[in-house]
């Protein structure tokens, strides 16, 4: 019908099996009526072929669907918020820690928010970056890969950038993308990972990679040789608490710097960059980033040297949460149907606590603590917690953990046939946030140079 849209299914999900069916005629482009229709009938509607899977909270999502399954929530306008302020006031280039979260949904938000620079750690994510978004900037950042992926990388995906930490990963990289004249290449940017201290954060990350400060010396100049921008990268270890991680890591970069005497073109300090989880309040991040500026100025780098940082979770934990449905309760302990092999996996491995808020109204106000079973056969699935909620919460209660957009869905399986979770976009705000300019100002750590 001419200047009119046609919304082709209403289908009635709430309590009912089988979904009916009816036509709605609003007139052309009123999506947000469309919207509202939605969310007033607690319906899913489809606009064309495009199905919307839009709910204002999570609360809408269990009156509308009472899922059976764990049920991510995503929350775009809080991932364009944090990209936004990553792109605006870190004081240099911000590359986002695709391991986080590599939804290509994610990927084009922080794209569209002024995040240019991805770090892929794997040809997988190399591949996954260049098919979403064939403008990026992939750096390939993890210290040890295959030369096939090197080649791969260099060759077909334009990717000019690697990290390295021996020798040998040097040789193998300067090898694999050598051209078939047999021409080594001319435009590398070449980053040797220092290893630094994790011990200001709450996930170390000092064991696995990076060259000691007694041998960064040879492996810097060697790197030299090869690459038309040298770099220095690190990482402090996941959720670092205070700015003076990056410093402590600084000074170790300038002594690397001053041994080895070579020019270097770019400082990469990594991610680390935290967010806000129960127990876990860090400074507000402008003070992360003015340390950061305030140490790098003081290197004795190139004068057109550039900082680069590598945010993941800082970028996504507040884009995504999860709803569970208590299955059963025995005693302190409730069986949800979300866990160690899904969502959950920090939960349950590294005891990490998320925010939890219960999803009925008719629950009293007393808390108290609980630990979570997951949903599968195994005695491992299990997160201790503690986890505050009513103390009157019983089985067919629906739950909302909240902060999963990192290393959450990306970490989730289908062990024991679990995991077959539905995403939907809600427009509410996530349970806690360093970007909303409402937290309380913490005080920094006072910072001082260690010279």
């Not at 764990?70 to 590359?95: D, L, Q, S, Y």
């Not at 960064?216 to 790197?223: C, D, G, K, V």
């Not at 869905?409 to 995403?423: L, S």
């Amino acid at each position: 019908m001419t200047g009119r849209l046609k919304i082709l299914l209403v289908s009635l999900l709430h309590h009912s099996p089988t979904p009916l069916y009816a036509p709605f005629l609003l007139p052309h482009g009123d999506f947000q009526t469309a919207r509202q229709l939605c969310f007033t009938l607690g319906r899913k509607a489809y606009w064309g072929s495009l199905e919307l899977h839009h709910f204002p909270d999570a609360q809408a999502v269990v009156r509308t669907l009472s899922p059976d399954d764990a049920v991510i929530c995503n929350r775009p306008h809080a991932a364009a918020r944090a990209a936004g302020f990553f792109a605006e006031k870190f004081p240099g280039t911000a590359m986002y820690a695709v391991k986080a979260n590599p939804s290509p949904e994610l990927l084009q938000i922080l794209w569209d928010n002024g995040i240019s620079h991805y770090d892929v750690a794997s040809i997988a994510e190399v591949r996954l970056v260049r098919g979403a978004l064939a403008d990026a900037k992939l750096c390939f950042m993890h210290p040890v890969k295959t030369a096939g992926a090197i080649r791969e990388a260099y060759f077909t995906h334009g990717v000019k950038t690697f990290s390295l930490d021996t020798l040998e990963e040097l040789a193998k990289i300067v090898t694999a993308t050598t051209d078939a004249a047999g021409e080594p290449a001319q435009d590398l940017a070449l980053l040797v990972r220092l290893r630094v201290s994790s011990e200001h954060s709450e996930l170390s990350l000092a064991a696995k990679f990076g060259v000691d400060l007694v041998d960064a010396a040879e492996l810097l100049q060697a790197t030299r040789q090869h690459c038309d921008a040298l770099g220095i990268c690190f990482h402090v270890g996941s959720q670092a608490m205070t700015p003076f991680a990056y410093v402590q890591a600084l000074e170790r970069v300038r002594a690397a710097i001053a041994e080895a005497a070579v020019t270097v073109d770019i400082v990469d300090v990594g991610g680390g960059f935290p967010s806000i989880y129960p127990g876990l309040d860090p400074a507000p991040l402008e003070d992360y980033f003015q340390q950061i500026h305030r140490y790098f100025e003081m290197l004795p780098i190139s004068y057109s040297a550039e900082l680069w940082a590598e945010p993941g979770r800082a970028l996504c934990a507040e884009y995504s949460s999860l709803i569970v449905k208590v299955e059963k309760r025995r005693g302190d302990e409730l069986f949800i149907n979300d866990g160690a092999y899904g969502a959950l996996f920090d939960a349950a491995h590294v005891d990490w606590r998320f925010p939890v808020r219960v999803l009925e109204d008719d629950l009293s106000g007393t808390e108290q603590e609980f630990a979570f079973y997951g949903p599968t056969c195994d005695d491992a699935d299990y997160m201790k917690g503690p986890f505050m909620l009513p103390a009157d919460i019983q089985a067919g209660d629906y739950i909302e953990i909240g902060m999963i957009g990192a290393y959450g869905a990306a970490m989730a399986t289908r062990f024991n046939g679990f995991g077959a979770t539905q995403a939907f976009v809600v427009e509410d705000e996530p349970m806690a946030s360093l970007y909303r300019g409402d937290r309380a100002r913490k005080a920094s750590d006072n910072v001082v140079s260690l010279r």
